[in-house]
């Protein structure tokens, strides 16, 4: 089963499963949530009703650790999936990651560590896919899963795709140009 369905079931799992409770009973399912070694996309938990309920609770700081699973970073909480979640985040805006950048963002000492954790923790979790570049120091990004939309990165997206698909409709435009003239 690839990534994104694993991905998609869990959510309905987690969601089905927040939806039946309220308050306290809640923290049980948001601690086996943020701990599932293959879920990392939590905005559709947060949206749930009864978690947005424990906003200024007893119990929000359940609401606080699944906000900073679905937006947080290594260096916001230094735990091994957060780091995960960072090269995540990282590869959204690169493909290709430098050593350096890495290690300061994840906090390790040398690359051998770095390269493990790679290798362990992320291409064999199947959440990227790539190729460890020694000689250029770099880690060269083919695929990584998507991440939680951080608030206010829709607006980025419509307007990502919308230029996208202004410039596919002017690209088959051409195309039939090329087809009438042939």
Same mark, same amino acid.
């Given at each position: ?43 559709? /938990? +947060? ?6 309920? #424990?906003?200024?609770? @007893?119990? $929000?700081?359940? %609401?606080?650790?699944?906000? =900073? ?9 230094? /735990? +091994? ?6 090269? #995540?985040?990282?590869? @959204?805006? $690169?493909?290709? %990651?430098?050593?350096?950048? =890495? ?10 560590? +770095? ?68």
């Amino acid at each position: 089963m690839d990534i994104e369905q694993t991905q998609a079931d869990l959510i309905q799992h987690f969601v089905k499963q927040a939806s039946a409770h309220k308050g306290p009973s809640l923290a049980p399912i948001i601690a086996e949530a943020t701990s599932h070694p293959s879920l990392f996309a939590f905005s559709e /938990i +947060l949206a749930v009703p009864g978690v947005v309920e #424990l906003q200024g609770t @007893e119990h $929000s700081m359940y %609401l606080e650790l699944l906000r =900073l699973f679905a937006h947080g970073t290594w260096t916001d909480y230094k /735990i +091994l999936k957060l780091k995960q979640l960072t090269v #995540l985040t990282l590869a @959204e805006t $690169s493909k290709v %990651l430098l050593y350096d950048q =890495l290690l300061h963002e994840l906090d390790f000492t040398n690359v051998r560590e +770095l390269e493990d954790f790679l290798i362990n923790e992320c291409i064999y979790a199947g959440i990227v896919r790539g190729k460890l570049d020694q000689l250029r120091r770099c880690f060269e990004v083919q695929f990584a899963a998507g991440r939680d939309l951080r608030p206010g990165q829709l607006g980025s997206m419509i307007r990502t795709l919308a230029n996208w698909l202004a410039t596919s409709d002017d690209l088959l435009l051409t195309i039939q140009e090329k087809i009438k003239w042939a």
